[in-house]
């Protein structure tokens, strides 16, 4: 059986700007992790996108797997993006390029001009390139990433239908290993996006797989956290780390060793 | 600074051989690591590699960086092909698609129809798509593939110059820790290297970067460790992965939990 994948940034515009990435005299290593480069993109590239999503930072397996939003936040997203008739024909983005490092990284920064105007030259490709139906914002940072490049130039020429939504892992990171509020925070977070869901579906002309919109209820069903396709990820990349078994962690003494560290742990049952 | 990267197989022939790669039911399982998925190459695959290079199978960083010969082995051939003249138009594929696990998998396995037809078919397309003017083989199963490569049909149709030279960590595994060993098994390989580079180095028409061949004295100098280059790395990847120091291990309890890890740590200075 063939084993499609993603080729990545490979042609124009993306290839230049895969090339030409910020490093840490624009990303300050004291707020983000720029030791573990910086992780792109994942979904086409190919000007087929009609769905974009803006993902907030990469975690440990993005790290690895070279793609974002493969991880927990990654499997909950392609979830919801299905649910709006997309297993193909996206494109995720994240507001930035390495991972967050400490609580307030990301907001003091986020309106520094370098991080932003390298955000705005992928957005002005994304859109430059592609029939985009519907942008899809992954909590508050994803969404000022949006309403930023939405004031530019090129930003006032798009107006696609626009949805801010909880982020998926706000819950496990608002509910500080308390059960009971994670469950409340993740019912609350899944009728924030039956909200969007219900705005964006009958705006989608064209989805990859047309149907109805079933909203979620007040918990994740099974099928709601889906797997990444595996013409999402790079050419031999092991099965695991598509699945929505954790395999990645920072793991030390300290905070300097564990910033220093990414232990990958092949899921029980694969070997 | 613009970040040339590698684009991988992402044109034919090589984009259809990374689709279609043997799986476990290929490579046993209890004999290769079929769990961190195949590694295919390091090098060009655009029809400009004018050197090939068989090594054996991918080690830890490999698993990582998704390609192979970045490690330990791979900075020491990084600089064997530099003294025949090769910084850029050379191309490197394994014996084996999966890191060999236990002591005689790899000679166990040699011969086995599927291992040898896939690795043929890379052998018949590199051949088919560029100039090569010499073929090393690092390690007594490399120089075994192309023997068997050789003696195909497409095989016989190519003579290129070729060196079966000692593998470039064979004095890490065989002096068992004993550094007086060590010291000579490297002495005792350099001297193997340079009969090969004696050998090839005249039939070198068309080198990146010409020059009279230099010999290696009996250690390896600083300089005859050479970095990975950039250009042969996916988009992207931080610079610690390309360089001289190791940064990932296997790291258990037991064979198995061993056999389950990664560990990854920057080296020290990075962060």
């Known amino acids: ?14 290839a230049s700007l895969a090339q030409n990435y910020p490093g840490a005299d624009v990303y300050p290593a004291n707020s983000f992790r720029v030791e573990w480069g910086p992780i792109f993109h994942r979904g086409r590239l190919d000007g087929s996108a009609r769905l974009l999503v803006i993902g907030q ?8 797997a070279r793609r974002i939003l493969v991880g927990e936040a990654g ?17 995720m983005i994240n507001t930035f390029l390495y991972s967050v490092y400490g609580q307030t990284g990301g907001t003091t920064h986020e309106n520094d001009p370098g991080i932003v105007g390298y955000r ?10 592609n029939q985009i139906e519907a942008v899809v914002a992954l909590g508050q940072l994803a969404s000022d990433s949006w309403q930023t490049w939405s004031q530019t130039a090129n930003g006032k ?4 239908p626009f949805a801010h939504v909880t982020h998926p892992t706000q819950p496990e990171s608002a509910s500080g290993g308390n ?13 924030n996006w ?4 219900a705005q964006l579906h009958p705006q989608i002309s064209n989805p990859d797989t047309p ?51 990414i232990t990958i742990t092949v899921p029980s049952g694969v070997v």
């Not at 059960?179 to 009728?191: D, H, N, V, Y």
């Not at 039956?194 to 869901?197: E, S, V």
């Not at 793991?251 to 220093?260: D, F, H, Q, W």
């Open 120 to 129: 705005n030259q992928w957005l002005d490709a994304i859109f430059a390139a």
């Open 157 to 160: 020429k798009h107006s696609p």
């Open 211 to 261: 149907g109805p919109l079933v909203p979620y209820g007040s918990t994740f069903k099974q099928a709601e956290r889906v797997e990444i396709p595996e013409f999402d990820v790079p050419a031999g990349l092991p099965e695991w780390m598509r699945s929505p078994n954790n395999w990645a962690d920072r793991v030390g003494k300290s905070a300097a060793a564990m910033r220093r560290n």
């Open 194 to 197: 039956n909200q969007a869901l």
């Open 75 to 91: 499997h909950r997203t392609q979830g919801l993006i299905a649910k709006l008739g997309f297993n193909h024909s996206y494109l």
């Open 179 to 191: 059960s009971t509020k994670l469950r409340q925070l993740i019912e609350a977070m899944l009728a």
């Open 57 to 64: 930072d990469p975690a440990e397996s993005e790290s690895i």
């Open 1 to 14: 059986m063939a084993h499609d994948f993603d080729p990545g940034p490979v042609s124009e515009p993306f």
